[in-house]
């Protein structure tokens, strides 16, 4: 691979499709959170509608899937040729002063696959009508794909609800060092504006998996 | 003091190599790590046993020769020196210090503790000069130079090449070496004429040479004795980018 493509490239491809993929978190947060700022579900239902059939989002949700290949296959390629950099480790484990979450980007980043793999099937597969079959609700005059209730139904099953706030947690830790890294590796550092970008990259983990795990606790404790 | 040695001993570069405990006695804590180290070859050569062969030059933390992992840090407990300038008296009595030689692949070990770091030399060689004719030397202020530009390009050219940024980097990653390389002359007037030539040419010999790919974990900045910073490796980023795309 590093024939074709050098370190440096893979890495600023890397950050494009991390920070990308961070944008779509925020448009997914937000719909997310229709469920809880609205008393019904109609406003949801009215968004998933929307997304699931306005066709600039048809066409985007491709664009969006390459994201996420291209994310997933240059980090297992990567961590792959950094464990190959190294065939015979220390006997002392390296104690250097270090980006804690850095360390374990390879662990988080698969954990969260699996997690984008269990809520591809749970969610994304039923919407397409590929799994299962989704009741239908009226908003507006107009029959939509009762997503709400899925989505409700799913985050009152108390291991659901562990297991979806565990894999946010670490969604978190991956973000955590994964805002400030894009920035390093697309070169974007500046004594004026880093200070900013690091601050701002563990603010943006926080709120980001806080305001997502809300949303199932809100709906298993009070809804 | 006394301590407890745990030192790799490898007779070559092709053979299998182990852990060796040793003992030393009645160190002086004013001794220099290294100065520690010659007493326990003394002290084997005069039982007709093999010295540890270690790296070591110019032991005032300015050749970047010495090297060494010593209890899970390059250079040692201390921040910002080199082996040579780490003293005895950061440890403890009677405690077991692990010695292991820098661990990477493009850095194979010729013989215990020393290791054959040629590959950085590779990449100088692959672009870290200038070749265009540059004449005599100016005048001081013939060549007008940002003061700020002045102190980065000074503070990346101190780099010694120890590759202890690659020892400590849990992927054996020689950027921070390269950066400051490549940050050098690119901060400089006679530098940048080829700069974006230079970046491509000495990151593609990285890459070949097998070290690891930067996750941005930092510890080579942590371990750096020179305390080259990680901005350099961020400024190599982008000459890269800008490189590729113009």
Known sequence: ????????????????????????????????????FSPTTNLFNEASHFMGTNPFIQLFQWILFAGFVVHIILGLILQIENWVARP??????????????????????????????????????????????????????????????????????????????????????????????????????????????KGFGHFFAVIITVAFMSIPLIIYFIK | MDLKLKIWRQPSAHADGKFVDY???????????????DILNEELVNKG???????????????????????????????????CQLHMRRFKDGETVTIEPWRAKPFPVIKDLMVDRSAFDEIIQAGGFVSIATGGV?????????????????DAAACIGCGACVAACKNASAMLFVSAKVSQFALLPQGKVEAKERVQMMVARMDELGFGNCTNTYACEAECPKEISVTNIARMNREFLVAKLS
């Open chain 2, 49 to 83: 046993e093999d010295p540890v062969a270690f790296d070591h030059d110019c032991r005032e933390g300015i050749c970047g020769m010495c090297s060494l992992f010593i209890n899970g840090r390059p250079h040692g407990p201390d921040t910002a020196i080199t082996t």
């Open chain 1, 88 to 197: 015979k480790g220390y006997r002392v484990k390296a104690i250097s002063e270090e980006s804690f979450f850095s360390k374990y980007m390879i662990h988080t980043g698969v954990i969260i696959f699996i997690f984008l793999a269990i809520h591809f099937v749970n969610f994304f597969l039923v919407a397409k009508g590929i799994i299962g079959e989704i009741p239908k609700t009226l908003v507006d005059g107009k029959s939509v794909d009762d997503m709400g209730a899925l989505v409700i139904a799913l985050f009152k099953m108390p291991y659901y609800v562990i297991g979806y706030l565990i894999a946010l947690m670490i969604l978190g830790f991956h973000l955590d060092h994964g805002f400030q890294s894009a920035f390093q590796s697309l070169g974007l550092n500046h004594p004026k504006y880093t200070p900013f970008v």
């Open chain 1, 1 to 36: 691979m590093s024939k074709f493509y050098s370190s440096v490239t893979k890495k600023i491809w890397m950050s494009f499709m991390g920070l990308f993929l961070m944008t779509f978190l925020v448009v997914h947060l937000s719909i997310n959170l229709l469920l809880v």
């Open chain 2, 23 to 37: 003992q030393v006695h009645e160190i002086s804590k004013d001794a220099s790590f290294l100065e520690m180290l």
């Open chain 2, 138 to 154: 100016p005048d001081a202020n013939a060549i007008p130079i940002r003061k700020q530009n002045a102190d980065l390009a000074m």
